[in-house]
């Protein structure tokens, strides 16, 4: 997959070097902002040798990052029965997904003082988490990104070939068509919200292609026609 990395409302513009510096680190060079601080001789000094990641990168609103992404994937400090969100993709595990998947994953890290929100993390396809001690979880923005980066890396595998995901929007298309028929159906209210979480995690970890949505779409399809007759 061609990995983006996606900095939604930095705060610190040197962090935003530090993070172009690790991208090059790593050998990525595709960075977004959304509603990025001002940027000057700072992020500059910390990017080093890294400038041209920084003068590269792309500024965009998030709705255009899930509209043109493949893969949505969120990062998060927050985990368990408390946090309201669904578990996170083994981190470990990432790159060797990643690895046999065709198309652009964006990969989203939250601004610095309190991260990305549960709005915005309940709407990507995956989220991974660092697992840090509970005794100070929160890391520093560009440790954080190059954790990540590192464990893609490293675990990347060799794949004889490679299968095209689908993109974000047809998975929710995919999402949305399922909550429609377990209204039909009348499926109970209170019970259809976390299903539909856990499809949105199993078809986040499955990496759906187009043809395999269009599949699902196409079940769901009949099941509405024979409920018509």
Do not use: W
């Given at each position: ?85 669904r578990a996170p993709y083994p981190l470990a595990a990432l790159g ?128 509405e026609l024979r409920l018509k007759r």
């Amino acid at each position: 997959m061609d990995v983006e990395i996606t900095l939604v409302n930095p705060v610190y513009q040197g962090n935003v070097g530090a993070v172009a510096r690790v991208m090059k680190n790593f050998g990525f060079s595709k960075l977004v902002l959304v509603n990025s601080c001002a940027l000057d001789e700072e992020a500059r000094a910390m990017a080093s040798h890294a400038q041209d990641v920084l003068e590269a990168a792309q500024h965009a609103p998030l709705e255009q990052v899930f509209s043109t992404s493949n893969l949505v994937i969120g990062t998060t400090g927050i985990i368990g029965p408390h946090s309201k969100l669904r578990a996170p993709y083994p981190l470990a595990a990432l790159g060797s997904k990643l690895s046999v998947t065709e198309g652009v994953v964006s990969i989203l890290f939250g601004p610095e003082d309190q991260g990305l929100p549960n709005a915005v993390l309940q709407q990507c396809d995956m989220l991974i988490n660092i697992q840090t001690s509970p005794e100070y979880p929160v890391m520093n923005l560009s440790h954080a990104v190059a954790v990540i980066l590192y464990t893609i890396s490293s675990s990347k595998t060799v794949s004889s070939g490679k299968r095209a995901a689908a993109t974000h929007v047809e998975l929710s298309g995919l999402l949305q068509h399922t909550s429609e028929v377990l209204e039909a159906i009348e499926f109970p209210a209170h019970k259809r919200k976390r299903v539909l979480i856990n499809l949105k995690r199993i078809y986040g970890r499955s990496a759906l292609s187009s043809r395999e949505i269009q599949m699902l779409r196409g079940v769901l399809h009949r099941i509405e026609l024979r409920l018509k007759r």
